[in-house]
């Protein structure tokens, strides 16, 4: 069974506003934390993951339930899911963007900093980071990292990349760590608040699969699926993701489309965090269609 705890989950079936009968779409369902908490409302609940893993586990989890069902896809193609399932409007969707604890603990899975490098969320894609790595130009892997977060040291990164394929082929989240750590001051290393390689393998884990482009194609395609009155809760963890989520958000309400439920992100309480530090970067936005 996977470990993994589910960020802001109140808030989400609060702002959600699930109750009996409701359809609600869960689009990173992981192990089902959140849509048990819906089914547990009344709620007939869309259950969508391009983790084949996790939508098992999730189905187990949440096999005393008969309002679930569940969907091996991409969250980016939920007008073609909902279509196929004869479901023409739902009252809410939500998307928590986080990788679980599990796709970052599981070296098979390849996200973390220990074994192969993979990190794909859909196991029959053919990219992987490993490929990346291996033959991208060292420009082109110099600005993914620097554009996904790792400015200070995207060219010298590259650059050790490519130095050290020259030698050996780069396979495991090990090797590459060590690539990076070659790269970076020890007082800077010892100097950051989280992992000093981190904005480089989420560069990676991102382009892997394609993140941004899947939110920027999901957002508009989620508000035309909700009922009106319907609303889309959409948590982020970084800066980015959050960035495109606030202006796509702002565009919709501009063209009178939605309307903003919280003005400003909501952040998990400190209570939250100190049983879930990882809970410690998200942000929630929410909105209703008009």
Known sequence: MFTHISVMPKEAVGFLGCSPGKTMVDCTTGRGG?????????????????????????????KQYNAAAFVHDNFANIKAILASLNVKAVDGILADLGVSTYQLENEERGFGFNGKLDMRMDKRQELTAADILNKWQEYDISKLLFDCGERKFARSIARAVVRFRQQKTIETGEELLDIIKQTMPTKYRFSREHHWATPAFRALRMKVNNDLEN???????AVECLAKGGRLVIISFHTMEDRIVKHAFRALA??????????????????EVKANPKAVRAKMRVLEKL
């Not at 939110?215 to 395609?221: D, G, S, T, Y």
């Open 34 to 62: 959140h849509s048990s908490l819906m089914l547990e409302k009344g709620c007939r609940v869309i259950c969508i993951d391009r983790d084949e893993d996790a939508l098992k586990e999730a189905g187990e989890n949440l």
């Open 215 to 221: 939110l920027e194609k999901f957002m508009p395609a």
């Open 254 to 271: 501009e063209k009178g489309i939605v309307k903003l439920v919280v003005k400003k992100p909501l952040e998990a309480s400190e209570d």
